[in-house]
């Protein structure tokens, strides 16, 4: 059974960075890329970028461009996604979602991760 | 970017009775390979987002027949032929043609 778990919630201060991991189970890790969509309280999604499991190429939005960097572990089944320089817009649930390539499906998502930016 | 505009943003549903939700595209999601790159997503309260309908019209895996995706180019429905409680949540529509995926701003769907 496919499955994709995440790391806990973090409270973080402005400047500051966060990490959050996203552990796949149940498929062929390096078969499937990750995409990270986050989203604010009270608001829709946003589509952050994607990472190839096969070789971590990635593709990122261009908005969050220099700020976010998404990394792999192929030995430990593990996506990892960065952000630096927080600010209080960052607040938001930040979900991994397994996706083909960049333009397929979201067909699993991770259960979220709490990000809170506040000093 | 390619926009993504769904109406209504609020649908009063009845159990039973049928709902459809619209999303539209600023430029056309079909390819000549025949396909539209347009997915609906269900959020239910509290839950991650989950694949209802691919490529426009197809089921995802365990989603029942009582949903179903039509459409092409730039306007597409989805489509509930009997809404049940369980449906309650917000619908999103993304589209996958090209980098970056938008989501639609989501219809809130509530029980009568």
Redesign the interface.
Known sequence: QVNLVQSGAEVKKPGASVNVSCKGFGYAFISYGI?W?RQAPGQ????MG?ISGYNGDT?H??RLQGRVAMTIDTSTNTAYMELRSLTSDDTAVY?C?RQTT???????????TLVTVSS | DIVLTQSPLSLPATPGEPASMSCRSSQSLLQKNGNN?L?W?L?KPGQ????LI??GSKR?SGVPDRFSGSGSGTDFTLKISRVEAEDVGVY?C?H???????????TRVEIK
Not at chain 1, 44 to 47: V, Y
Not at chain 1, 102 to 112: A, E, F, M, N
Not at chain 2, 96 to 106: E, H, I, K, V, W
């Open positions: 995409s969509v829709g999604l946003e589509w994607w593709n939005a261009q979900y979602a960049s333009i397929t499906p979201l067909d699993y998502w991770g259960q979220g | 790159y997915d997503y959020q991650s987002p989950q694949l691919y490529l995802a999103y993304m996958a043609l090209q980098s970056p995926p938008t989501f639609g701003q989501g």
